[in-house]
């Protein structure tokens, strides 16, 4: 697998995390603390930006994607495709939405604020 590159800005409280380093992307904003940087030619993750990133790790609850409803037809499947394959999925695990419900995400367990800080 290529190389993933995490940057903390620990001031802002905002992870970055690149798959694809220099690469052409399109920004999706998945909530108002998440956001996902891909290309849709080849639909393949670009980028992850979590925002608040020490509360999202603690927090209890999935991460709602509203922000998925607000999307095309057309983008928001190449949007959930892109969510639900690696490398995205080696991140966040993605729920499939009950009828009516929006779709949400929790951050896996190797997103560990103090080993990724010491990756940094």
């Not at 509360?55 to 999935?62: G, I, N, S, T, W």
Request: glycine share 2%; proline share 8%.
């Amino acid at each position: 697998m290529r190389d993933i590159h995490f940057s903390y800005d620990e001031e802002g409280d905002v992870l970055y995390i690149a798959f694809r380093k220099g690469h052409k992307a399109t920004s999706v904003s998945l909530n108002d603390n998440m956001v996902l940087r891909f290309d849709p030619e080849t639909q393949k993750a670009v980028g992850l930006t979590l925002l608040d990133f020490s509360r999202l790790v603690e927090a209890p609850d999935p991460l709602a994607l509203w922000r998925l409803a607000e999307l095309p037809d057309t983008l928001r499947d190449m949007v959930w495709t892109v969510l639900t394959q690696p490398p995205i999925s080696l991140y966040l695990y993605v729920t499939t939405p009950p009828t009516d419900a929006h779709p949400a995400a929790i951050l896996a367990q190797q997103l560990s604020l103090a080993e990724l800080m010491v990756a940094a």
